[in-house]
């Protein structure tokens, strides 16, 4: 099941996902978009742009949704991510389908999902470095898909008062709220990510809903790193440390 490029991580709360020694690997940010995902309850959960299928993996542990789905591009990638499903026996649960974002209301159906996650490519092609396009490219950068694509379909799959969790770089927050309302996702909740008190933000999550009010909610900031270099409290509790 777990091929020679390939290594298999314990996720340190009874689950292990199957990932590539020299590709692509699971971040800070989907551990941070699980956790600020869980609050909300769900029947049917769809993962945009799953990835590894981390998200869909921890949503497991840190709730009770029955169905949850992940959608992602590269064959390779899905198929890996289907089989972290399978070794962990989730495949009652989780569901990985290989398939382009942009077409994902053909795939599942128009308003099939009352909460959908997203960790989507962070950078616009030409920012920044861009590798040729291998997994670590696609995963990094807005090759095969847009924010724009991100929230136009989103809207096509959520019912209304449907809820969208997405974590993101800080640095595009205007884009994100501009994109949610846009395409009437109301940002609800948001939360900035610090690696340090004394450093800016460097990601963003944002929780909105579909035909939602107009009020947004600042939490408090989240920092990774305390002053004195060790991961934060919250940090660890998130982790399950």
Do not use: W
């Amino acid at each position: 099941m777990i091929r020679t490029d390939e290594c298999l991580d314990d996720l340190q709360n009874g689950l292990f996902i199957i990932q590539k020694k020299d590709g692509f690997k699971f971040g800070v940010d989907a551990v941070l978009l699980a956790d600020f995902a869980k609050t909300a309850k769900s029947v049917n959960t769809l993962d945009l742009c799953t990835g590894t299928g981390i998200v869909p993996l921890l949503l497991t542990e840190k709730t009770d949704t029955l169905n949850i789905f992940g959608l992602e591009i590269q064959k390779d990638i899905a198929e890996m991510a289907a089989r972290s499903i399978e070794y962990n026996n989730l495949d009652d649960r989780v569901h990985i389908t290989e398939g382009d974002l942009k077409n994902a209301a053909d795939i599942y159906g128009k308003g099939r999902f009352d909460k959908i996650t997203c960790n989507p490519p962070y950078m616009k092609c030409g920012a920044g470095l861009q590798n040729d396009a291998d997994t670590k490219s696609v995963s990094r950068h807005e090759i095969m898909c847009t924010l724009d694509d991100v929230l136009r379909v989103s809207r096509e799959l959520l019912i209304s008062k449907g809820r969208f969790f997405m974590v993101h770089r800080a640095s595009r927050l205007a884009d994100i709220l501009c994109t949610m309302r846009k395409y009437g996702i109301e940002p609800k909740r948001l939360r900035l990510i610090h690696p340090s008190p004394e450093k800016a933000p460097n990601l963003v999550l944002v929780e909105g809903m579909k035909d939602g009010g107009e009020e947004l909610k600042i939490l408090p900031p989240l920092y990774v790193y305390g002053s004195d270099g060790n991961y934060s409290d919250e940090i660890n509790m998130i982790y399950g440390r």
